[in-house]
C-alpha cells in the first residue's frame, strides 16, 4: 500500500528566502508522485508531477521537485517565495487512487 | 467541459436529511475519484470510478454513502441520513486514465446542521 509523510505542519519563510516542503513516500513499487496546492477557498492545482521520467521535475510558479529513489524523498522547493506562494501543499502518491499526505501549511512573511 | 463541475457550491441540510453531491468530469476521462476533506484537514478518498470497471468503494465511511457513475460521464455521490460528522468539502476529480495526473472540481461544501 502506498503512504506519504510530509514532516512539516507548518512552514513559515520571508519573502524572497528559499522554500522547502518536506515529503517522503512509501510504495511498493516505482511510483507516480504529486505536489498541489490548495490556496484559501480555492481548488486543488496540480503543481508538477514524477512519473518515471527525469528526476528533477520542474513545474509551475517555479516550484521543482526532486525524487530520490534511496530515501524514498520528493522534497518540494522554490529558490525565492513570493507572498502568492502562501497556501496548503500536499504531497501526493498514485497507487489504485491518490493517496494524499496531510498537507504543509506554507506562510510568507513580508 | 473544460473542467471538473461540481454542484452544488454549498449545501445546507438538516440532521437526518439525505443530500445528493453532483460532478461532472472533464470530457472523455475514464477516471473518476470522489475525496472528503474536513475543515483543516486533508483528503480522504471514498470512492473510486474507471471506465465500466467495478467502482472501488473501500473508502466509504459507512454504508449511508454511495455513489454511482453513468458511463464515463456525470457521479452523484448519496449520504443518507446525514450525521453532524458528515460536515466537510466533498471533492471530485477526474483524470485520462489510471496513471496522470487528476484534476480536481472547486467541491461541494456540506454542513449538517
Known amino acids: 500500500a502506498q503512504s506519504v509523510t510530509q514532516l512539516d505542519s507548518h512552514v513559515s519563510v520571508s519573502e524572497g528566502t528559499p522554500v522547502l516542503l518536506r515529503c517522503n513516500y512509501s510504495?511498493?513499487?516505482?511510483?507516480?508522485l504529486f505536489w498541489y496546492v490548495q490556496h484559501p477557498n480555492k481548488g486543488l492545482q496540480l503543481l508538477l508531477k514524477?512519473?518515471?521520467?527525469?528526476?528533477l521535475v520542474k513545474g509551475i510558479n517555479g516550484f521543482e521537485a526532486e525524487f530520490k529513489k534511496s530515501e524514498t524523498s520528493f522534497h518540494l522547493t522554490k529558490p525565492s517565495a513570493h507572498m502568492s506562494d502562501a497556501a496548503e501543499y500536499f504531497c501526493?502518491?498514485?497507487?489504485?487512487?491518490?493517496?494524499f499526505g496531510p498537507g504543509t501549511r506554507l506562510s510568507v512573511l513580508p | 467541459g473544460a473542467g471538473v463541475s461540481q454542484s452544488p457550491s454549498n449545501k445546507v441540510t438538516e440532521k437526518g436529511k439525505d443530500v445528493e453531491l453532483r460532478c461532472d468530469p472533464i470530457?472523455?476521462?475514464?477516471?473518476l475519484y470522489w475525496y472528503r476533506q474536513r475543515l483543516g484537514q486533508g483528503l480522504e478518498f471514498l470512492i473510486y470510478?474507471?471506465?465500466?470497471?467495478?467502482?472501488?468503494k473501500s473508502g466509504l465511511p459507512s454504508d449511508r454513502f454511495s455513489a454511482e457513475r453513468t458511463g464515463e460521464s456525470v457521479s452523484t455521490l448519496t449520504i443518507q441520513r446525514t450525521q453532524q460528522e458528515d460536515s466537510a468539502v466533498y471533492l471530485c476529480?477526474?483524470?485520462?486514465?489510471?496513471?496522470?495526473?487528476?484534476?480536481f472540481g472547486q467541491g461541494t461544501r456540506l454542513t449538517v446542521v
Open positions: 476529480a477526474s483524470s485520462s486514465s489510471p496513471n496522470t495526473e487528476a484534476f
Open positions: 510504495s511498493s513499487y516505482s511510483p507516480s
Open positions: 514524477y512519473t518515471s521520467a527525469a528526476t
Open positions: 501526493v502518491v498514485k497507487g489504485q487512487n491518490f493517496v
Open positions: 470530457s472523455g476521462h475514464t477516471a
Open positions: 470510478f474507471q471506465g465500466n470497471s467495478a467502482p472501488d
